[in-house]
């Protein structure tokens, strides 16, 4: 099963990846999204050359050989675009066999319980409670999440006194039973977290996303040894040993990496892996209805620390246009408060031929 080619299909937004065997196999996968016009030139310049002509059924062994080639380029997007071929591969790999690639990592297809996850802060805390009861209405939503702070704030808020009053007024509104998360997106410093984390607490919230710049563990350690709620983060690393590292030293209490931007499902998998053997669960990032949701859809129904939930974004047209219009058939019905994941083989979905049409392609093959 050698690499033939590697092609991509490219907006600014999203870059859908097809891998091609020797023997007329293919397989879909996708670099992280935002920017992914940049991460489709990094698939071709520092990806295809390493794995053109390897065997694509050894996946471990190509996304550790790309960044070990690559060394001098540690960073993000190398990562990003590994996850375009390693995701690309599973689904090749679970259509041979035909089966979901749940099913090759341990899982059944299934249901996954969703939280409904607000990516706004420029909307008051009486339109996101009106907004959430539509949706728990509409879709049998009982879990929410939604914004505190500002994003990488430095202690100012959105607005003065929002944090203060959206927390309070989104539990009024869907009362005891709804089960509420925040993010604070690197906002807060740990003096400031702590005071907002007890404020949560004091209102039955059970998760805080991210609550210090993320880069800086030793803060976050504070915020996670000073409260009693879980949290949360992990959603912007790609290191594996940064993982490590995080686990190791319980600087959050449940892991979140995002499949597209760790580097594919494999290396989650190890993420994952990690958390498993120190009593950590893993909730993973996966803010919109590219393929990455999907992605988390499988893993979540086959990892055995996974998380109470699937993130799902409940953003409308005028926040992430570029969602939209994506695939054949709508992979993300919710029902019940619950996605699914269905028996068909690889990943489940087939890319909307208008789109790739209109997409910026590019190939890499093999001579």
Not at 161 to 182: F, H, N, S, Y
């Amino acid at each position: 099963m050698k690499i033939r080619s590697i092609e991509t299909f490219t907006t600014q937004y999203v870059c859908f990846v097809r891998v091609r065997t020797e023997d007329g196999a293919e397989g879909w996968g996708q670099v992280a999204p935002y920017h992914a016009d940049i991460t489709a030139q990094v698939v071709h310049r520092q990806v295809a050359p390493h794995v053109l002509g390897r065997d694509g059924d050894d996946i471990d062994a190509l996304v550790d050989l790309v960044p070990e080639k690559e060394h001098k380029f540690p960073g993000s997007y190398i990562q990003r675009a590994v996850g375009g071929l390693d995701t690309a591969l599973w689904d090749l790999k679970a259509k041979r066999v035909g089966k979901p690639v749940c099913a090759l990592i341990g899982g059944t297809p299934g249901t996954v319980r969703a939280y409904a996850s607000s990516m706004k802060r420029d909307i008051t805390p009486t339109d996101e409670a009106d907004r959430f009861l539509r949706l728990r209405d509409k879709h049998g939503f009982d879990a929410f999440k939604f914004r505190v702070g500002a994003e990488v704030g430095h202690d100012v808020d959105e607005w003065p006194g929002r944090t203060e009053e959206i927390v309070p007024t989104i539990r009024k509104a869907l009362g005891d039973d709804a089960a509420l998360l925040v993010d604070g997106n690197s906002g807060f410093s740990p003096k400031r977290a702590i005071e907002v984390g007890r404020m949560l607490e004091d209102n039955g919230v059970g998760h805080f996303e991210e609550p210090c710049p993320y880069w800086h563990y030793d803060q976050t350690k504070q915020v996670t040894d000073a409260l009693s709620l879980d949290v949360t983060g992990g959603e912007q690393d790609c290191s594996l040993v940064d993982y490590q590292r995080m686990v190791d030293q319980r600087v959050v209490d449940i892991i979140q990496p995002d499949i597209c931007y760790i580097g594919g499902l494999t290396r989650t998998l190890r993420a994952a892996a990690m958390a498993e053997k120190a009593g950590m669960p893993c909730t993973p990032h996966c803010a919109n209805w590219s393929m990455v949701t999907l992605f988390t859809m499988h893993l979540l129904r086959a990892i055995p620390n996974a998380g109470k939930y699937l993130e799902f974004n409940i953003e409308v047209e005028d926040y992430y246009p570029w969602q939209y219009g994506l695939y054949v058939e709508d992979p993300y019905e919710i029902v019940d408060g619950k996605a699914t994941v269905t028996d068909k083989p690889g990943w489940g979905v087939e890319i909307h031929p208008d789109w790739l049409d209109k997409a910026d392609y590019r190939i890499s093959a093999k001579d």
